[in-house]
């Protein structure tokens, strides 16, 4: 497996694999990154589809990347997905998925049309005081020495990040910045996850840092990410006569380990009860999505708030079962041990009638109901003690959702302070009681909330335990490489396998894991597409510089020493050069 840019392999097709035909594949899980891997083993692997088999604990693929309607509880969404044009994995493969939607056009073009036609902005990120404009005006409001840090971290070894948290490199001045509060409520982050992985998401997107307040840097897709991108890649794989089998828990894999090699010789798993074990050869390739996001996730309703589950989790314990075998397959305790640092809550929110959406369309000064975008992102209430934040996307957000009918997705990064109107944890709210501190910040009349929260809107609130697993702290070994040393027929994939700098939390994270297990196994003979290099384009630098200082010269920076010194020296040296016509342009100077 090779890394590649540029159209040039972007549009080859590989040639067949030597053996293939003799090989077969087992995926664990049917998550975002198991059926990815089954596409890249029909496309490029060019693996009959009646040789791969998905073995999925649940009764309905998907994973993280849902969207369902319930018949009792109405629509659900935990999450959802944002995604920007140098996902280049996830586009490579999306370019080849069939749409579902409409005869003749792939999953990316009709994407690319939608965001096109419609592309995504917020008009209002942040407020307060009860629906206010929080006045953030687009700015990061980040002091000298707060910027200075952002750069120090930016330009350190990951070796020098190991085991350490964000708020071992950043001072008060940074945490009070708009910068840190766009930060954290875009992305998840808390004060004691990963300061590796903070430094990893700045260098990765350090392309986007204009468009952070105004989400202009984001694209989504039409419905909810299980009808938009989940389900067409499973008609694409059940076309292929791809074998799915539900219901089945995958428990170990067992390897014979011999020296330097590690072969992977059986699957234990338990299906319809009864525990059953699948013999491997060499030529059987196992896929592994090791660890999850929304294991243990548990669901409330409008009367019950929904129970913190923290037994032990199906994919942590397979997780935990390979590791026990080498020292190669990480270590899970790192990241699943600790759910006091790794949980957060959202909530399915549905109006039901004409009371709410006036009190919507005021603060995101757009029609909810205009099949556009609306919020363009999320809208973070800044003065809300569990931190709420809530998004409409474009409406109706699944194809049988009413038209008069909105769904709204609440989330809260604080589940255990009390909340401004209802005294009490998010952790300890029913979905009425979320659904009153949310029509508490829309600024609906106190005296009307309990009456709106009761009969105008059904709330399904969702505990999830490890949403930011992997934002914890950890070091080099931690997360296994996709393809541990020595392995000759088994991958780890998705968000808790190791890839080079990319970040996890995102699509492409998962499809990059996939596309890398695939091609490194199967030998495919095609580059993968390397994780874009803006951190080494000196023009993203100095603009992302500008942007981040919110238009300040260099030579306005109040650091000892820093203008006279650019001033007298490095201004002079680089008088009449490409570089200062450069720096110019990106208004660094």
Request: one cysteine or more; charged letters at 25%.
């Amino acid at each position: 497996m090779y890394y590649s840019n540029g159209n040039y392999e972007a549009f080859a097709r590989p040639r067949k694999p030597e053996g293939v035909d003799k090989k077969s594949a087992y995926l664990v899980g049917s998550g975002l990154a198991s059926l990815a891997a089954a596409c890249f083993l029909v496309r490029d692997g060019q693996m009959k589809g009646e040789h791969i088999h998905i073995l999925e604990e649940l009764s309905l693929p998907g994973g993280a990347c849902d969207g369902i309607k319930d018949p009792n509880k109405g629509f659900i969404i935990r999450g959802g997905r944002e995604m920007e044009n140098h996902f280049e994995c996830l586009w490579d493969l999306f370019h080849s998925i069939p749409s579902i939607e409409t005869e003749g056009v792939s999953v990316l073009d009709e994407y690319y049309w939608l965001n096109k036609d419609d592309p995504n902005y917020s008009l209002m990120r942040a407020t307060i005081n009860r629906g206010e404009d929080a006045h953030t005006d687009g700015k990061f409001a980040l002091s000298d020495k707060a910027s200075m840090e952002i750069v120090k971290l930016f330009l350190t070894k990951d070796e020098d990040l190991y085991d350490k948290t964000i708020s071992d490199v950043f001072t008060d001045e940074f945490f009070a910045s708009n910068f840190w509060l766009y930060w954290r409520t875009m992305f998840a982050f808390e004060d004691w996850h990963s300061a590796l992985e903070m430094k990893l998401y700045i260098q990765r997107f350090i392309h986007h840092i204009g468009g952070l307040p105004d989400f202009s840097a984001l694209k989504f897709t039409k419905y909810n990410q299980y009808e938009s991108l989940i389900l067409p890649m499973v008609k694409y794989l059940e076309a292929h006569n791809v074998q799915f089998q539900y219901d089945t828990k995958v428990t170990n894999v067992v390897f014979d380990i011999n020296g330097g090699k590690k072969v992977a010789r059986q699957i234990c798993c338990v299906h319809g009860g009864k525990e059953e074990v699948i013999d491997l050869i060499e030529d059987d390739l196992v896929f592994v999505t090791n660890g999850s996001c929304t294991e243990n996730s548990t669901l409330g309703d409008n009367d019950h708030a929904p129970a913190l589950n923290t037994s032990p989790g199906g994919c942590w314990e397979l997780w935990r079962n390979i590791a026990r075998q080498d020292p190669s397959f990480g270590h899970p305790d790192k990241f699943c041990t600790q759910v006091e640092k790794t949980n957060w809550e959202s909530a399915t929110i549905t109006t039901l009638d004409d009371k709410i959406p006036p009190y919507i369309q005021k603060i995101c000064k757009r029609d909810p109901f205009s099949g556009k975008v609306v919020t363009g992102g999320i809208i973070t209430v800044k003065d809300s003690g569990w931190l709420m934040s809530y998004t409409l996307n474009r409406q109706p957000h699944f194809k049988e959702q009413p038209k008069d009918q909105l769904v709204v997705w609440v989330y809260g990064l604080f589940t255990d302070r009390p909340g401004d109107f209802i005294k009490k944890p998010m952790k300890d709210c029913t979905g009425t009681e979320i659904t009153e501190e949310w029509l508490y910040h829309l600024g609906v009349p106190e005296s009307e909330i309990h009456e709106m929260a009761v009969n105008s809107v059904r709330c399904i609130p969702c505990m999830m335990p490890y949403i930011t697993a992997f934002f914890m702290p950890r070091r080099k070994g931690d997360r296994p490489k996709v393809v541990p040393d020595g392995c000759v027929n088994f991958a780890f994939i998705g968000q808790f396998a190791d890839t080079v700098r990319d970040t996890v939390f995102t699509t492409e994270y998962s499809v990059r894991t996939a596309m890398e297990a695939v091609y490194t196994l199967l030998n495919v003979d095609r580059g993968v597409p390397e994780v874009f290099g803006s951190c080494y384009d000196v023009r993203v630098l100095l603009d992302s510089t500008s942007k981040m200082m919110d238009g300040k010269k260099l030579t306005d920076l109040k650091l000892p020493f820093m203008a006279e010194l650019l001033e007298k020296k490095v201004l002079k040296r680089i008088s009449g050069t490409v570089i200062e016509e450069l720096m110019q342009r990106y208004n660094v100077i």
